[in-house]
């Protein structure tokens, strides 16, 4: 036998050889379901991609036709301003709610375990079950409308009532026409410019709502993993409690900080629960997300299905995400590795 053709080392030894094998048996079902459902999807959407296939007659080679439509796709491309507004918006203000929370429940004070229940709660509660109770909220006539309209009335003003489900008007369109008195407006040609309706922004206090407790949970398991001595040496050296934050407890959790933030982008570019519930992508299209819209696409619910234009969305999509999370890592990963 050749150098070549000799077995490797753990081969040869017959406990090795069986402890090998028998990690191989364990893993075999899920690399199994792995190839045939993650590796194998993946690799078949990459191929109808490059394809005309609607569900019911065979793909059809069309090379790069749909990628070449990418730039000149309008609705693909307002799907993604408005997701973008999304993760800037929501990564930002949950990560940091979700930090301080953690400060906060770290910190002793009593009925610690009860609160920190009561603030997980809504992450195990389903997706489904919390949009509905939302909606129920956001109606004109629902609760959110009731309470501000009994809070502005303790100081003799009037609240109109807002549709929260169905008002495009963006954010910054609403700070120009206030600041101009209506003298100055934002076209609708220029949508871009309008910022997020009101409408998205209800979805996105919805979902800050709804993820602030997962990620509370990971910072505060972070926190009770800081050595108390650091704190003292601080201290010695005269930090108050807002130095010792900023010059000890973000440093020490600037890992986690970077799983927060990874996690939290992908889970906003792939938004799509929420919208199918409320909004179906309206109105005037100010909710609609790449998810959502390659959904759409794909099984044909505004027209006949293109699952292989869809398929293309979707890799354009996985690029982006990939992306970004790359930036994300390389800024923030410096400095993380603890001494």
Known sequence: MTALSKPPSWWQDKKKRDETLAAYMFLAPYLLVT??????????????????????????????????????????????????????????????????LAVVLNAPIRFKQFYRTLFYAPSVTSAVVISFIFWWLYLKTGYLNYGLSWLFGLFGAEWEAINWLNDPRGLFQLIVEGI??????????????????ITWMAIMAQNIFTTIPTFMIMFLAAL???????????????????????????????????????????????????????????????????VYFIYTEALGINGPPRMGYASSRAIALAIIILTFTFIQKRYIEGGTEQV
Request: charge should be neutral.
């Open 35 to 100: 190839i045939v459902f993650t590796v194998g999807v993946i690799a078949f959407a990459i191929y109808i991609s490059f394809t005309d296939f609607n569900l019911f007659e065979a793909p059809e080679w069309n090379n790069y036709a749909h990628f070449k439509t990418l730039f000149q796709d309008a609705k693909f491309g307002r799907s993604l301003v408005n997701v973008l507004y999304y993760v800037i918006i929501v990564v930002t203000v949950q990560t940091i709610l979700a930090l301080l």
């Open 180 to 197: 101009t008195n209506g003298a100055v407006t934002i076209p609708s040609k220029r949508w871009y410019l309008r910022g997020p309706s």
């Open 224 to 290: 009770q993993d800081i050595p108390p001595s650091l704190y003292e040496a601080a201290s010695i050296d005269g930090a108050n409690k807002r130095q010792q934050f900023f010059n000890v407890t973000v440093p020490m959790l600037r890992p986690v900080l970077l799983l927060v933030v990874v996690l939290g982008t992908i889970g906003t570019w792939q938004i799509f629960d929420q919208v199918a519930i409320l909004t179906a992508g309206g109105p005037l299209d100010t909710t609609l997300t790449p």
